[in-house]
């Protein structure tokens, strides 16, 4: 196993007990010195607006890095539901969208809402994605790892599967960028909030576009960012710059300073040394509990009482329809799984 001591240098150590990465990653020491010094200097009014506008573009680069793309292929924005909703938007009239019945809703709700342009949306099993996109539809939309109960879906059956069709891929990545090693450039769409796995304030989102796929995409929140150098700021006619930054909103001020501090964290780590880290614990975590053998590091324990008596333990866990859900971050310790085990009585 991974020892902690080699993530802990990264992390303060209040996160003892913490199951929530899920819902949202703890930052590491660096984002936390990038956002008080931001909000320091905003209480004097020194915030310089050089910080953020370099912050966007390193973040940005560093993103790409991550999944394997060019930067300038990579839109930044603000959210899942933003930035899915321009990928929607795009899709011709009466088109059929294959997705999960219990997808996320941040990635539903933008291609149901389109049923007024003639965009069907098949509602489907999860483990039938492939099997669908091969029969009918001409675009597949999936989470990479389903924040419920912490399944990682078959992308690359999925992917080889709507390529044979010629369906496009729209993947959300919330679950899975940050650990997961996948072939992320090998989807035409991937949308990530960065608050999770990539350990970042809210506010911040990215969008990687296959290039060829660019033009079909309405840049519907344009604005001086969008802009080439961010430096058309009064009158007319419209100037967007040549790569996926067309796409971008203004960003988040006081949230990209953070979170391109995150995500050089995440690179100086390695994402191959996080999955280390957090799928040891949970396969430790499952085993202890008698649980199925499973290949993410989110851990989803079915007693009706478990949530109950972990939180009244003081532990960081959430409630789903698949029982008391537990995401191990590389902050997770040894420690804090025997907390669970005594919450449980297992032990």
Not at 302 to 325: C, F, N
Not at 331 to 344: G, Q
Request: one cysteine or more; a negative charge.
């Amino acid at each position: 196993m991974h020892a902690m001591t080699e993530l802990a240098g990264y992390w303060d150590g209040r996160g003892a007990g913490y199951f929530n990465t899920a819902s949202y990653g703890l930052p590491p020491r660096a984002a936390i010195a990038a956002a008080t010094g931001w909000i320091e200097q905003w209480t004097y009014g020194a915030a310089p607006l050089g910080s953020w506008l370099g912050a966007t573009e390193q973040a940005r680069t560093s993103f790409a890095a991550l999944v394997g793309v060019n930067p300038a292929d990579v839109a930044t924005g603000t959210s899942v539901s933003q930035l899915a909703s321009i990928v929607a938007a795009a899709l011709p009239e009466r088109s059929t969208v294959i997705a999960s019945e219990d997808e996320f809703t941040s990635l539903l709700f933008p291609f149901l809402s389109q049923a007024d342009r003639g965009v069907k949306v098949d509602l489907v099993r999860r483990d039938l994605l492939a099997e669908t996109i091969t029969e009918r539809g001409d675009a597949v939309v999936f989470s990479l790892v389903h924040s419920a109960d912490g399944a990682l879906a078959d992308h690359a059956a999925i992917r080889t599967a709507a390529a044979n069709r010629g369906a496009l891929t729209i993947v959300d990545a919330a679950q899975a960028c940050g650990w997961l090693d996948a072939d992320y450039a090998g989807f035409d769409f991937v949308v990530c909030p960065a608050f999770k796995w990539l350990y970042s304030p809210r506010g911040t989102a990215f969008l990687t576009v296959r290039p060829d796929l660019l033009d079909r995409l309405r840049p519907s929140g344009a604005g001086w960012w969008s802009s080439p150098s961010a430096s058309h700021f009064f009158g007319g006619p419209l100037d967007l710059d040549p790569a996926a930054r067309r796409l971008d909103v203004s960003p988040v001020w006081n949230s990209w300073g953070a979170t391109a501090a995150a995500l050089d964290t995440v690179l100086d780590l390695g994402a191959d040394r996080i999955a280390g880290h957090t799928l040891d614990l949970a396969d430790q975590l499952r085993r202890w509990l008698d649980l199925p053998p499973g290949s993410t590091p989110i851990v989803c324990i079915p007693r009706p009482d478990a949530a109950d008596l972990l939180q009244a333990a003081g532990l960081a866990v959430s409630r789903t329809p698949s029982g008391a859900r537990l995401a191990i971050g590389p902050y997770t310790t040894v420690s804090d799984l025997d907390r669970v085990l005594e919450a449980l009585r297992v032990r």
